[in-house]
């Protein structure tokens, strides 16, 4: 199944429902111009698809029924992950001072390196741990690390501090990281099995 992101196009967009062997899973159809039927679902466990507003909705319909083991094996995974209880090993207060601290504990050996002392962000976000400007050096967090052990927090600031060297993730950047982390693997894998939300 092609996975693409969709647009909010909510003009052309469909509250649908199917059946699915008696479970009814409703749907958004949004018709733009794609060539392939593509089916994705989303965080908030709705099924999004596109369409072709040439395609008819029956073979839109018979699509998704040709995907029905893991469109509804996703969902129930997703509901579960929804409502599993997830460990807090920070305050949200505390995890900046925590953040803060290591940057400045960290910061001696980039400033050897020429780089400026970053300005640190907080921000909730859901797709991404953390981010790095390197043009305006700025450092942003995602608060959802409260949800991630020390370690991994210490992982997230050593990533983003090596994107000063590789903006991209290169065998450039993986080796400028394990320099100063090298047990990044395991973090990452860690951090991997957080969900956020
Ligand atoms: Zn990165």
């Known amino acids: ?15 649908m429902e199917l059946n699915f062997g ?8 949004v018709r733009k111009n794609v060539k392939n039927i593509n089916a994705r679902i989303k965080d908030d466990g709705i099924v999004y698809v596109s369409a072709n507003p040439f395609v008819p909705k029956a073979q839109v319909e018979a699509f998704l029924l040709s ?26 207060e505390e995890l900046k001072a925590f953040i803060t601290a290591y940057c400045e504990k960290v910061y001696p050996y980039y400033a ?3 780089v400026p002392f970053p300005e640190i962000r907080f921000r909730k976000m859901v797709s991404r741990w953390g981010s790095c400007h390197t043009g305006r050096h700025i450092l942003t967090f995602s608060t959802n690390l409260l949800y991630a052990p020390e370690e991994c927090v210490e992982y997230v600031v050593l990533h983003e501090f090596s994107h000063f060297f590789a903006a991209n ?28 939300r």
């Not at 996975?3 to 469909?14: G, I, T, V």
């Not at 290169?170 to 969900?195: G, N, T």
């Open 22 to 29: 008696g479970r009814k899973v409703p749907y958004v159809l």
């Open 1 to 15: 199944m092609k996975m693409a992101m969709l647009p909010y196009m909510s003009a052309d967009m469909k509250d």
């Open 67 to 92: 995907k029905a083991d893991f469109i509804l094996h996703a969902l129930d995974q997703n509901a579960a992950r929804m409502h599993a209880p997830r460990k807090a090993y920070f305050t949200e």
């Open 169 to 196: 993730h290169s065998a450039a950047f993986y080796a400028e990281l394990e320099k100063v982390c090298p047990l990044y693997k395991e973090r990452r894998k860690k951090l991997k099995e957080i969900h956020i």
């Open 112 to 114: 050897g390196r020429g």
